[in-house]
Every structure is written in C-alpha cells, then in structure tokens.
C-alpha cells in the first residue's frame, strides 16, 4: 500500500470504515476520484456495527433539522436506497413513539409537523392497529410513517461495494497509528508497516479522530458519547415498527431479533446487564410473547458528538492536506454526508 514514488498521484485516504467513512469512499469514487479505504478492524466494527440505525425524522428533537445536513438527509438517503445494489436490510415499517406525559407528546407532533415533516398524531385505538403486540398503549402517540431502519454493517458494507465497484480499495486489519506529515503538511498516516501516502487523507474514524489529528498538531472536538445496544432472540416478529417510549426504544433488526437502545448514565459500572435488564423486564411485561425473549448481548459503544452537535465536515484549518468527518446520528446523514465531501472534493 505505500506508494513508492512520491505523494502527487496518491489516491485520497479515507481512514475509518464505519458508515461515515464508507459513504464517504462511495461518493468520492462514483464521482471519478482515487480512494483508498484503511480501516482498524472489520467493516463497521466500532460504533456503527452497535448503531440502533433509525432512518426517519421522528428520532430527533424538530430543531435540529435547522442544520443543512439534517434538512436535506432523508432525500439524500432516498437517493442512496435507489443507488445501492447490495440489499442492507432496510425495514420501513413506520415508527410510533411517545413521551411520559401527553402535552410533551402532542409538543413533539406539533414542532415537526410546523417544519412539514409527515408525522402524525394517533389515538390508542390506531396504536394497537398497527402494534398489535403491546399489551398497553397511550391515549396518544406521535406516528412517522416513513421511518425505518437498517442492518448497520449491511449498510456499511453496501456502500463500500459500491465504492469499489467505481474503482476505489479498502483495506481491513489496518490502523492508522499516526499522520505522517511534512511539515505542516499531513501526507498520509504511519501503519504498523510503514506509511501509506495520500493526497489528502480524511479521518472518518469516530472518537478516534482527536487522538490522529493531535499527531498532526491539529485539535479536534469529538467526545464520546457511549450508547448500549442490546440484542434479544425473539421466537418471531414481536413488534411491526420502531417503537419509542419511555421505557424502552425497540425494533426488529430481523423476525427473531429484537434490538433495543439505551444511553449510559454517568457512574455507569461496566455491567451491561445493569443496562440491559430493565429493558428485557419492559419487553416481557408490555410486549405479547414478550416472555420469551432472551439477552443475547448488550454492548456499549462510543457514539463521536462534534462540538456543538452538528456535522464536522470540512478541511483543517490547521494542517494542509487534512479533512475531518464525523457526524451523529451517522446513518440517516449518510447520504448527505457523502455529498457534501464529494462537493468539498471537486
């Protein structure tokens, strides 16, 4: 992978193959540009293999779709669900959340439906129609009808295929120790092998971006938001849709897996099973069969939040040939995300 003959005709390094960096191989490919794709361990083995992967606009507050990449993500994701050949799992089967009072659900109904976004308000009747596997539903629920979710690593893997199918190299099994630079100058990264140039390299690499970025004398505001995913067998479909209360956030990855979400509070042990034991308890009692479903895991994963929330998409102010990708939530934004870099590119 070192390129022996200079920098000048080196492809860009994309350092980072979760869902962030795979889009972002995918769109610098399909629009002509050399990529090579460096990534630690396996395709989306860090956080977006432990995603909860919610595609729609009901997972978050209105307000946060005043930044352009969250306006436009929906469309740019359509976009990739016709582009895409390799399936990723993806299940739009609607999403019914609500809150723990009913003023805070018919406030979050409203402040969506204000920006146009097609979420709807239900009664508990339209509740048990389209979730008829709960035992208790609320007088009300806010319902998004186009949300969905996917196969994280599907996902991921998707978009690399299509990466490479416009002529682009991944690589797994390989870290990035370091920047290797020239000065002020970032010409690739510094493998356990040696260097592996590039005319530009772009961390994608989530929580791990700060650490690479200071070998390049360059800050970057990442933290590191931990999240638990947890898996249950079911002994079939339990539920239809993504089902989001104040007790538990659920949905079916496949007909006998159940995927649930939790943040990790402050103090938290390091005993997943703390986490994951009142979310199975939920299942259980609220959920028709729900006593037949078993913890298969529960793992904790760190989610990069970018200083002030929104996207950090853009070259470093601080170092020439150095461009900087994260962004939460990854998998919705992917599509925009890829976008927006391929622009920044040509």
Known sequence: MTHPNGRNDSPILVIGAGVVGASIAYHLARVGLRVTVLERGSVAGGVTGNSFAWVGLSKSAAETYSDPCRHGAAPEFDRLERELVEPFGLRRRGAITWETTEAETRKFVDAHRALGHPVELIGEDEVFAREPGLRTAPAVAAYAPDDGGVDPVAFARSLLRGAEAYGATVHSDVSALSMYTEGKRVCGVVTADGPVYGSTTILSAGTAIPGLAASAGVDVAVGASPCCLIRFSTPHRLVSGILSTPDFEIRQLDDTTLIAAEDVPFGFSGD???????????????????????????????????????????????????????????????????????????
Do not use: N
Not at 290 to 296: A, D, K, M, R, T
Not at 298 to 317: K, T
């Open 272 to 346: 997943t099973h703390e986490l994951a034991e009142p979310t199975l308890q939920a299942v259980r009692s609220q959920l028709v069969g729900g006593e037949h479903v078993e913890l298969i895991e529960a793992v904790v994963a760190d989610r990069p939040i970018p200083r002030g929330g929104r996207p950090l998409l853009g070259f470093a102010e601080d170092a020439s040939g150095l461009y900087l990708a994260a962004a939460h939530p990854a998998i919705i934004l992917a599509g925009a995300i890829g976008a927006h870099v391929a622009g920044d590119f040509i």
